[in-house]
């Protein structure tokens, strides 16, 4: 039954291609512009945002959210290297999971107290019972990624467990003291042990303002990770002198409405780190560019809903005159419909499955209008000048197709099922009786008080100056005097000042005697 009320709603449309086409264009453009404004508003908050927390200026989606937890230890008695492998991989392995983002990548960053670097003990030299200068071992995970070599190449992570300790030393030493690649060199302490290193490579960062880089950062000599825990951390007790995580999070797919849980769930993963490494510190986090743009999205979505009352107006306005129309040319067949047996429900049900087949086509042409739309106002530099840069992510969300739903769905139910469920109220006896004789006045006429005539018409005057010149002087003229008597009222609504006509019996003959002459009489025309 339902196919077949599809074919007969598909049937009356195509009956009138040109009106549905012309509602199907409107409900495409209010589709659109109602979906292109909380797009345009999305995307413009998700720029201001990335341009905050460091994203790539020419990647319209490059939204990293990063993360960095720092522990500072004291010189001495400070954690050794099992106290934090625990942190380490919920750090490195889960904490996405908490704050419910991809992880993009962790940067690990461990380090020791500082050591003296000198030159191989040399008898014949006096030149190597001075200090080189001083160096921190550290290690990286992945240092291709975030630092660039000048020379060498990486520690090996298979290095002899016996010889020198691989180092990079970082460019600005190098070129400082003057050290190449292959020089071997002792880091002692006063009071510590003195560990042979042998220089295989020379580092630069790729990003020096980068969170994890503090400012002591030249003096780092990074080592194997393998190299770090097995030989360099027994040696010593403050292995873990300074411990830094960095974890960056992919927030390209976030918008306005999923940052609400966010807050939440960063604290838990805060509180959860600090309950595994007592003194961790969460030091900078986008928490704050988060709740800005959660607030400013949708005040601008209002404030762009604001500008375009007029132009929605103008939209709903034509649409509402395309339906009426589509409405008066059937009020007959519905009126036919009604009088062969079909219900009110049934009428306004098929004339749902008109506008349901309507609202389909303009919802599968106005969101992607509405997603070109955002694009369109993303590049405009200046009236009808798009030649700005594409730097806006425009992405749709369910929120963004209920609103070109809800749109659609209040556009036909105010102008198309609204009118076809008053053209059903009538069979076709009151439809015919509707149209020989409006029973109700027009709108203007019970929306305005409308004074009654106080004087006969055009048609009056001529008649009563026909009369003063053929009756006496002394013979009043009959419809003046009548004139002056009061009114009769007239049954129903009084009709308008210029409907008025008087109406004189045997008007073709003469008049002959006032006395005998009846009254004339008014009327209202149709």
Not at 69 to 97: E, K
Not at 116 to 134: A, G, H, I, R
Not at 146 to 174: C, K, M, N, W
Not at 242 to 248: C, K, L, P, Q, R
């Amino acid at each position: 039954m339902i196919l077949s009320l599809l074919r007969f709603a598909l049937r009356r449309l195509l009956a009138q291609c040109g009106l549905a086409l012309a509602s199907a264009v409107g409900l495409v453009v209010s589709v659109a512009l109602v979906t292109s404004i909380p797009l345009y508003a999305d995307a413009t908050q998700f720029r201001i945002m990335r341009e905050q927390i460091g994203g790539a200026p020419d990647i319209a989606d490059d939204a990293p959210l990063a993360f960095y937890f720092r522990y500072a230890a004291q010189p001495r008695n400070g954690p050794q290297w099992i106290d934090v492998v625990a942190v380490d991989d919920y750090l490195t392995r889960a904490a996405n999971r908490t704050v419910g983002l991809p992880q993009s990548r962790v940067v690990r960053l461990f380090r020791t107290g500082a050591f003296k670097l000198f030159p191989p003990s040399d008898p014949n030299s006096t030149e190597t019972q001075y200090l080189l200068t001083w160096i921190n071992f550290a290690f990286l995970n992945n240092p291709e990624v975030t630092t660039r070599l000048i020379a060498g190449a990486y520690p090996s992570p298979q290095a002899s467990p016996d010889g020198p300790i691989e180092i990079v030393i970082s460019e600005s030493a190098a070129t400082e003291f003057g050290i190449l690649v292959g020089d071997s060199y002792l880091a002692r302490r006063d009071d510590g042990p003195e560990i042979p290193v042998r220089v295989v490579g020379i580092w630069a960062p790729v990003d020096p303002r980068a969170d994890f880089w503090e400012v002591r950062a030249v003096q780092l000599a990074l080592v194997a990770e393998s190299a770090y825990v097995s030989r360099v951390g027994p040696l010593i007790d403050d292995e873990l002198y300074g411990v830094a995580w960095f974890v960056v999070m992919d927030g390209s797919k976030l918008h306005a409405g999923d940052i609400a849980p966010l807050p939440a769930n960063i604290q838990t993963m805060q509180q959860r780190a600090e309950s595994l490494l007592p003194g961790i510190k969460l030091e900078t986090s986008p928490l704050a560019e988060l709740k800005a743009y959660q607030a400013e999205a949708p005040a601008l979505t209002l404030l762009l809903y604001a500008f375009s009352i007029p132009i929605l107006g103008l939209i709903l306005a034509f649409v509402g005159l395309v339906a009426g129309l589509f409405v008066s040319q059937r009020r007959n067949e519905i009126a036919i419909l009604r009088s062969r047996g079909a219900s009110v429900l049934q009428v306004t049900f098929v004339a749902t499955l008109e506008g349901l087949l309507l609202g389909v086509a303009a919802l599968a042409a106005g969101i992607p209008g509405g997603v070109s739309l955002a694009h369109a106002i993303g590049r405009a530099r200046s009236f009808l000048n798009f030649t700005a840069p594409a730097a806006l992510r425009v992405s749709l969300t369910p929120q963004d197709v209920w609103f070109g739903v809800l749109a659609m769905g209040a556009v036909l139910l105010l102008l198309l099922i609204g009118p076809t469920l008053g053209a059903a109220q009538h069979t076709i006896i009151t439809y015919k009786q509707d149209r020989a004789r409006s029973v109700r006045p027009p709108g203007w006429q019970r929306a305005w008080p409308r004074p009654r005539p106080l004087c006969p018409i055009r048609s009056a005057t001529r008649c009563c100056s026909s009369s003063l010149r053929s009756a006496s002087s002394q013979s009043p003229c009959l419809c003046c005097a009548s004139s002056r008597r009061s009114w009769p009222p007239l049954p129903g609504p009084p009709p308008a000042p210029t409907a008025w006509a008087c109406s004189w019996p045997r008007a073709t003959s003469r008049v002959r005697r006032p006395s005998i002459t009846r009254p004339w009489r008014c009327w209202s025309s149709p």
